[in-house]
């Protein structure tokens, strides 16, 4: 499959919003339950490296984005990851095309550290960020409950060697 990558638009959002539901409908993907309106979306999201993975039909197959980990000027090169996938386009190298652009335009918006929080169970998001040049850093056990049970989340991150 041809995959094609360029920059989110607003216009994007009703195909991004549908995949996000399918993560989140997996149980595994975010302690999200539903997917936002694009305003507060976009608002929770930084500006630089908003990407979407295009079919050679014209479907987005998926995205990715970064969000502040805080508001303190010190961690202004810290970013946190969010990498979704449609159900139909799982496996077939999406994540990893994603994953490889958003370190790069993350790099050239002088991002120094990516990190992830990924449930353990989701064992391809696991894989998919290792293979990103992440490393798992620690885990926080029974951090949130989902749907009355407790969760882990196991913490990932990358430093750049580009940046910092």
Same mark, same amino acid.
């Not at 996000?20 to 694009?38: K, S």
């Not at 998926?62 to 810290?78: H, I």
């Not at 696991?126 to 885990?139: C, P, S, T, Y």
């Given at each position: 499959?041809?995959?094609?990558?360029?920059?989110?638009?607003?216009?994007?959002?009703?195909?991004?919003?549908?995949?996000?539901?399918?993560?989140?409908?997996?149980?595994? /993907?975010?302690? !999200?339950? @539903?997917?936002?309106?694009?305003?507060?979306?976009?608002?929770?999201?930084?500006?630089? $490296?908003? %990407?979407?993975?295009?079919?050679?039909?014209?479907?987005?197959?998926g995205?990715?984005?970064l969000?502040?980990?805080?508001?303190?000027?010190?961690?202004?090169?810290?970013a946190?990851?969010?990498?979704?996938?449609?159900?139909?386009?799982?496996?077939?190298?999406v994540?990893?095309?994603?994953?490889?652009?958003?370190? /790069?335009?993350s !790099?050239? @918006?002088?991002?120094?550290?990516?990190q992830?929080?990924?449930?353990p169970?989701?064992? $391809?998001? %696991?894989?998919?960020?290792?293979r990103?040049?992440?490393?798992?850093?620690?885990?926080?056990?029974?951090?949130?409950?989902?749907?009355?049970r407790?969760?882990?989340?196991?913490?990932?991150?990358?430093?750049?060697?580009?940046?910092g």
């Amino acid at each position: 499959m041809r995959i094609s990558l360029e920059s989110m638009t607003p216009d994007n959002w009703p195909a991004m919003r549908a995949i996000y539901l399918e993560g989140i409908a997996t149980g595994n /993907a975010t302690f !999200e339950q @539903a997917a936002p309106p694009w305003d507060k979306w976009d608002t929770g999201h930084l500006r630089d $490296a908003r %990407i979407v993975a295009r079919s050679d039909a014209g479907d987005v197959l998926g995205w990715a984005a970064l969000s502040a980990v805080s508001g303190r000027c010190v961690y202004a090169g810290v970013a946190e990851v969010s990498i979704y996938v449609a159900e139909r386009a799982r496996g077939s190298g999406v994540g990893r095309q994603l994953m490889a652009r958003l370190i /790069a335009d993350s !790099e050239a @918006a002088g991002i120094w550290t990516l990190q992830a929080g990924i449930f353990p169970e989701n064992i $391809a998001s %696991i894989a998919l960020h290792e293979r990103g040049g992440f490393r798992i850093v620690g885990r926080r056990e029974r951090i949130g409950q989902m749907n009355g049970r407790w969760r882990d989340v196991v913490l990932m991150e990358r430093r750049s060697s580009v940046v910092g």
